[in-house]
């Protein structure tokens, strides 16, 4: 197995209550599925970095030679059929600075504060931009 293991925490900030979120593997599988309630929701993936940096693991997902993102499966998406809601937030983890990575390698957890809500009143979704930076998690 390469890299070395690191936690990165995913925060939805306010994600719309009744609604299921997971993480979703490379097979298009939702992992740990939650239904939200009022208070944010966090997700840790396991990552394994490697030299370059290079992320690694079940969540990670590619495109290009560089962008790297995990994916917050909602709704139908995150295993929840019956609701109306179908989507996905990708969470870009590529820019994620090195003095940062250095600390996640040394045991600390990354997190970023994610937006729950879109401008259409439904889940945010596409690609995520953060609410606050990467950072240590208390």
Not at 21 to 49: M, T
Not at 55 to 72: H, K, W
Not at 94 to 111: F, Q, S, W, Y
Request: aromatic fraction near 6%; charged fraction near 20%.
């Amino acid at each position: 197995m390469t890299g070395q293991p690191i936690t990165l925490r995913l925060r939805i900030q306010d994600p719309i209550p009744g609604v299921a979120y997971s993480l979703q593997d490379k097979k298009n599988h939702p992992v740990g599925p939650v239904l939200a309630g009022d208070a944010p929701l966090a997700f840790d993936v396991p990552v394994r970095l490697a030299p370059g940096p290079r992320f690694l693991g079940e969540f990670v997902r590619s495109e290009g030679p560089s962008r790297r993102f995990v994916y917050i499966a909602i709704g139908t998406s995150a295993g929840d059929h019956a609701s109306p809601w179908s989507r996905r937030a990708k969470i870009d983890i590529h820019t994620i600075p090195a003095d940062l990575l250095a600390r996640a390698l040394e045991g600390a957890v990354l997190e970023v504060l994610l937006p729950g809500k879109a401008r259409d009143g439904g889940p945010a979704c596409a690609t995520a931009v953060p609410i606050a930076p990467w950072r240590v998690a208390d």
